[in-house]
């Protein structure tokens, strides 16, 4: 079991919103940034998200990312069929001086 | 345009050894933070080690510590990862990744490693 938990699966039609939780504790989540990958089928993984909230320059504000206490979430509104992939939380935790990656979250545009 | 190409995967016998590079261009490599992650086939994402700057501050993932070795030549723009006692467990893609913002802002396409007899 992953210190840092996700749901391993959602979905969603086009257009509607889904949103990803990340759980985790006080060691990691609460304390540091919480960063979200996006994995494309058969692709290297790509920066979502970073500093709980902030999109790098070309991502679209489909995306966005929050964080309260120990969990953070994703959210993707207007949900595409490109946005099909898995997606990853990522954060550093201080008890085990690591990064953590979330087992991840694969969604489904149905 | 940043770019990071790894190489260095291949088929390896368990309990053998094997050498990854990372070759970074489009940024200065010596400013940069650098990752390891890798990718069991099927699997998620799994961090494994990172280095700062000037190769003085090192750390890694439990599964892989006191097996591998991450290191840099700024001179070269080179990252490495030395893996040894190898097992079926390090089967995966192995990616590198500029730390930007605490973040793996830029990924390279991977390289292969299997081991397997």
């Known amino acids: 079991q992953s210190l840092v938990a996700q749901p391993p699966s959602a979905s969603g039609t086009p257009g509607q919103n889904v949103v990803i939780s990340c759980s985790g504790s006080?060691?990691?989540?609460?304390?540091?940034?919480v960063y979200w990958y996006q994995q494309l089928p058969e692709m290297a993984p790509t920066l979502l998200i970073y500093?709980?909230?902030k999109r790098p320059s070309g991502v679209p504000d489909r995306f966005s990312g929050s964080k309260s206490g120990t969990s953070a979430s994703l959210a993707i509104s207007g949900l595409r069929s490109e946005d099909e992939a898995d997606y990853y939380c990522?954060?550093?935790?201080?008890?085990?001086?690591?990064?953590?990656f979330g087992g991840g979250t694969k969604v489904t545009v149905l | 345009e940043v770019q990071l190409v790894e190489s260095g995967g291949g088929l390896v016998r368990p309990g053998g050894s094997l050498r990854v590079s990372c070759a970074a261009s489009?940024?200065?490599?010596?400013?940069?933070?650098m990752h390891w992650v890798r990718q069991a086939p099927g699997k998620g994402l799994v961090w494994v080690a990172r280095?700062?700057?000037?190769?003085?501050?090192?750390n890694y993932a439990e599964s892989v510590r006191g097996r591998c070795t991450i290191s840099r030549d700024n001179a070269k723009n080179m990252l490495y990862l030395e893996m040894s006692d190898l097992t079926g467990d390090d089967t995966a893609v192995y990616y590198c990744?500029?730390?930007?913002?605490?973040?793996?802002?830029?990924w390279g396409q991977g390289t292969l490693v299997t081991v397997s007899s």
């Open positions: 990744a500029r730390d930007w913002a605490g973040a793996a802002r830029n």
């Open positions: 489009g940024f200065t490599f010596s400013d940069h933070w």
């Open positions: 280095i700062n700057v000037d190769g003085s501050v090192t």
């Open positions: 006080r060691s990691n989540i609460e304390t540091h940034n």
């Open positions: 500093g709980d909230d």
């Open positions: 990522a954060t550093w935790d201080d008890s085990l001086n690591v990064v953590l």
